[in-house]
């Protein structure tokens, strides 16, 4: 199954944080925050999605912006371009 979003959305793929801090420090599950960076899989039908964002892109989004979904067995967001603070270039 495939999910293709409407208009302004695209559909990301969060990647996990850092566990373990630059001085060795490992961080438990229960104090990690959400995940606020994600891997853009899938682009919505609107023109001004189409233009700022490509399929690949890595993008920095808002905690509790989106919406959460699962799909064969991994875990995604719907979020609107606005929920969209910046892309990241390596």
């Not at 920095?60 to 892309?87: P, T, V």
């Amino acid at each position: 199954m495939q999910i293709k979003p409407c208009g302004d959305r695209l559909l990301v793929e969060p990647t996990e944080l850092q566990k373990k801090t630059e001085s060795g420090i490992i961080i438990p599950d229960t104090a990690k925050e959400k995940p606020i960076v994600g891997k853009v899989i899938e682009i919505g039908s609107s023109d001004d999605v189409k233009s700022a964002f490509a399929v690949g892109d890595t993008v920095l989004f808002a905690k509790y912006g989106g919406e959460d979904i699962s799909l064969n067995n991994k875990d995604y967001k719907i979020i609107q371009m606005s929920d969209i603070l910046a892309k990241i270039i390596d």
